[in-house]
T-cell receptor, first 113, second 116 residues
Framework: ETGVTQSPTHLIKTRGQQVTLRCSSQ?????VSWYQQALGQGPQFIFQ???????GRGNFPPRFSGLQFPNYSSELNVNALELDDSALYLC????????????FGPGTRLTVT | AQTVTQSQPEMSVQEAETVTLSCTYD???????LFWYKQPPSRQMILVIR??????QNATENRFSVNFQKAAKSFSLKISDSQLGDTAMYFC?????????????FGTGTRLTIIP
């Protein structure tokens, strides 16, 4: 069984730029959720994708967008980066209609300067 | 909206001792799940234990057990025979039992240090 993987591990961007983060879900899972974890805080829900469609969204502006592909992998895109976007971005996969357990990847540390 | 509160920012305990981490939550829902996740310095969030709100029996997973008090909206985690590898941030999380709304709401975490 393959776990959740994310790439890249670390990323440094400049304010105003755009970034794409990637996530491969655990085998057998069909749902991907993205979370933002600021330093010293708990993760905050960004959005969730199921069957290639957005299936719930947290309190994040439209410049945060995503995609899910037929193989259930996913991308998180952030446009017009701001300094406050610096955080650890976590991807979690789960099986919709399963036991509601979400399994997390190791995260991508994004630094915006 | 749901909120999760962890009132202990940091805790430390001697190896082999027992420690209890506290968590309270606020919700108007009747059907939901509660979770404890562990985040070691490697950053990867690891599921420790899960509790369904409709179950009265407290969940246990080896050395980890919970004390779920639904009326009090309390969900504490007990770690028995603590080990050095238990050193990590621990997050309590809530999920409403609703298809299409499977988002986790996390607390701010408790940093647990196991002292050799």
């Amino acid at each position: 069984e393959t776990g959740v993987t994310q790439s890249p591990t670390h990323l440094i961007k400049t304010r105003g730029q755009q970034v794409t983060l990637r996530c491969s879900s655990q085998s057998g899972h069909n749902t991907v959720s993205w979370y933002q974890q600021a330093l010293g805080q708990g993760p905050q829900f960004i959005f969730q994708y199921y069957r290639e469609e957005e299936n719930g969204r947290g309190n994040f502006p439209p410049r945060f967008s995503g995609l899910q592909f037929p193989n259930y992998s996913s991308e998180l895109n952030v446009n017009a980066l701001e300094l406050d976007d610096s955080a650890l971005y976590l991807c979690a996969s789960s099986l919709n209609g399963g036991n509601y357990e979400q399994y997390f990847g190791p995260g991508t540390r994004l630094t915006v300067t | 909206a749901q909120t999760v509160t962890q009132s202990q920012p940091e805790m430390s305990v001697q190896e082999a001792e027992t420690v209890t981490l506290s968590c309270t939550y606020d919700t108007s829902e009747n059907n939901y799940y509660l979770f404890w996740y562990k985040q070691p310095p490697s950053r990867q969030m690891i599921l420790v234990i899960r509790q369904e709100a409709y179950k009265q029996q407290n969940a246990t997973e080896n050395r980890f057990s919970v004390n779920f008090q639904k009326a009090a909206k309390s969900f504490s985690l007990k770690i028995s025979d603590s080990q050095l590898g238990d050193t990590a941030m621990y997050f309590c999380a809530f999920m409403k039992h609703e298809w299409g709304n499977e988002k986790l709401t996390f607390g701010t975490g408790t940093r647990l240090t196991i002292i050799p």
